[in-house]
């Protein structure tokens, strides 16, 4: 397969995925260039943030709060079990 029918073959599984791009970077330029930095960013550390990601206690809050709202069996919006 050559390069171009590999781009066809791509605009055939996903149209909607082009349309996308310029959208996103358009946000993108936005919020780099003209969108004041929130607290959120203005206040935050690279390490701080890594620290918060790595966090074992935050992740095992985390897998609580999914247990509790999609408890083990559900299949979704039916609530009934396979």
């Known amino acids: 397969m050559n390069e171009s029918e590999a781009n066809q073959n791509m605009g055939k599984k996903c149209p909607q995925c082009g349309a996308s791009l310029p959208a996103g970077a358009l946000v993108l330029a936005f919020k780099t260039?003209?969108?004041?930095?929130?607290?959120?960013?203005?206040?935050?550390?690279?390490?701080?943030?890594?620290?918060?990601?790595?966090?074992?206690?935050?992740?095992?809050?985390?897998?609580?709060?999914?247990?509790?709202?999609?408890?083990?069996g559900s299949t979704g919006s039916t609530g009934g079990t396979a």
């Open 33 to 72: 260039a003209v969108a004041p930095p929130t607290d959120l960013v203005a206040f935050s550390t690279a390490s701080g943030v890594l620290s918060r990601a790595l966090d074992p206690w935050r992740w095992g809050q985390l897998a609580e709060a999914l247990v509790e709202v999609a408890p083990a």
